[in-house]
């Protein structure tokens, strides 16, 4: 069995906690994609459920499958947010943003009661910071945000290299939000929540890739089956 079809393994399993009426959040990513996708499957079997996309490319694909949507402005809280993530540690502690919809993801899964996150077990890990931490910043005063960005880092014992995010095309990749992304290689965060607290209280910052307390459950989806992982 390849990666997608773990991925998928995954999705399904997540789809099983979906019930009629339910307000969902739609994901972001490789692994939410196939969420979507199954889920559109059930929508045009008779479930009837509204969803609120974490991105446009997740919102086009909503549309393509016939799933109905709305938006945080017209409702108040979300029943059940499925998610991909780019690691998971064992407190469910996450890093996200890979994609580039960490902001919209970030805010879609404050508003659910309940967040499971889907993977591959690949994306399991003792200690998050293998995978480089997304920052997404305001392009104004770029420097000085990455110099204030530098001192949470150093102040929480991590350093590494802060690379701006490039597109496919070349040029500076642009976000949902019209904002900029930072990538900041660090190879181990060992206080996440508290470096999480500090980014959040630079300026500069939109918002960063550490998903703190966000997830109650994760699916992970591996050779031997499918891990579920309920928050300690």
């Keep these: 069995m390849n990666m997608d079809e773990l991925k998928r393994q995954a999705a399904g399993r997540a789809l099983e906690f979906v019930r009629d009426g339910m307000k969902l959040g739609l994901g972001t990513g490789s692994t939410a994609k196939h969420f979507v996708e199954l889920l559109g499957a059930r929508v045009r079997a008779g479930l009837d459920v509204v969803g609120v996309p974490t991105s446009e490319a997740t919102r086009a694909d909503a549309v393509r499958c016939g ?8 409702i108040d809280r979300l029943d059940l947010t499925v998610d991909g993530a780019d690691e998971i540690d064992p407190d469910l502690n996450l890093i996200k943003g890979g994609g580039g919809a960490l902001l919209r993801e970030k805010i879609v899964a404050a508003a659910s009661d309940r967040m499971i996150v889907i993977a591959d077990d690949s994306k399991w890990v003792e200690t998050l910071g293998r995978f480089p931490l997304p920052i997404e910043v305001i392009p104004f005063g770029l ?38 992304i930072v990538d900041a290689h660090l190879g181990r965060i060992a206080r996440a929540a508290d470096l999480a607290g500090l980014l959040t209280a630079i300026p500069g910052v939109v918002e960063h890739g550490l998903f703190i307390g966000l997830a109650s459950t994760a699916m992970l989806a591996g050779h031997a089956g499918i891990r579920v992982i309920e928050r300690r």
């Design 67 to 74: 799933i109905r949507l709305t938006t945080l402005d017209e």
């Design 143 to 180: 420097a000085a945000t990455q110099r204030a960005i530098g001192g949470a880092f150093a102040e929480c014992g991590v350093s590494g290299p802060m690379v701006l995010r490039k597109g496919q095309d070349g040029h500076v990749f642009v976000t949902d939000g019209g904002h900029w």
